[in-house]
């Protein structure tokens, strides 16, 4: 199978050392189609980097930034040249260094994909719509404030550590919720689902969940040395 060869490769850094001080991060992703790779890099003190590739025709990334307050915001989003024809999907990669500062996400995922790996990160809060396409994403021991997600027609994947207790509130259509491989929703029902270790555990992770017609995995990150710790219903 031959490679995909883009036409066009950039790269766009953002330093925490071109601000007096960041205490918060906020990016905003707009995906339309393609693919889309975000990590946190412990060795890095760069607040964004992007590698992206992408053709003539889609993709050239757009990205601004607002400081205000000690808060860094930054938007990233696709341009699109209207040409004809079938475009070809374009591809980036993000690393997101200086780890102990602040974050919090906010992916519009449309007919496209995005793989999120945030374990090494300080999260605030994460904010995340999927249309036709898919999302992962591998989340850190404890947030401090929650994780919303909407899905459409497209699926999700989400990975937490065993460590962490956890609370979905969660409304289904026609679509499918699934709890370390247990489905826990009906068509059309809305409920909350407590993980056994949430209230005695130090780490916790609350979660908003809206699924359409797609699908929601909600798994633990188990460690051999661990039992499956359930949880109920209400």
Do not use: C
Request: hydrophobic content about 35%; charged content about 20%; overall charge negative.
């Amino acid at each position: 199978m031959r490679d995909i060869e883009y036409s066009i490769n950039k790269t766009y850094t953002v330093n925490a050392y071109d601000f007096d001080v960041v205490n918060e991060r906020l990016v905003n992703f707009e995906i339309g189609l393609g693919s889309l790779e975000v990590t946190g890099d412990p060795t890095s003190t760069d607040v964004f980097v992007v590698d992206s590739h992408y053709s003539d025709s889609w993709g050239e990334p757009i990205i601004t930034q607002e400081y205000s307050n000690q808060r860094l915001s930054i938007f990233f989003s696709q341009k699109d040249n209207h040409s004809f024809g079938f475009p070809q999907s374009p591809d980036y990669h993000v690393d997101l260094g200086a780890t102990d500062i602040q974050s919090s996400f906010i992916f519009d995922v449309g007919a496209g994909s995005a793989t999120v790996d945030v374990e090494s990160l300080t999260i605030d809060t994460i904010t995340a719509k999927v249309g036709l396409g898919s999302f992962e994403i591998n989340l850190p021991r404890s947030i401090r404030g929650s994780i919303a997600l909407d899905v459409g027609l497209g699926s999700a994947k989400i990975s937490i550590p065993d460590t962490s207790g956890f609370k979905v509130k969660y409304s289904v259509g026609a679509g499918q919720l699934a709890i370390d491989g247990n489905d826990v929703a009906t068509i059309g029902s809305d409920g909350v689902y407590t993980s056994n270790d949430y209230d005695g555990s130090t780490s916790t992770i609350d979660f908003t969940i809206d699924v359409g017609l797609g699908s929601v995995s909600v798994e633990r990150m188990v460690n051999s040395e661990n039992d499956f710790k359930g949880g109920e219903l209400q």
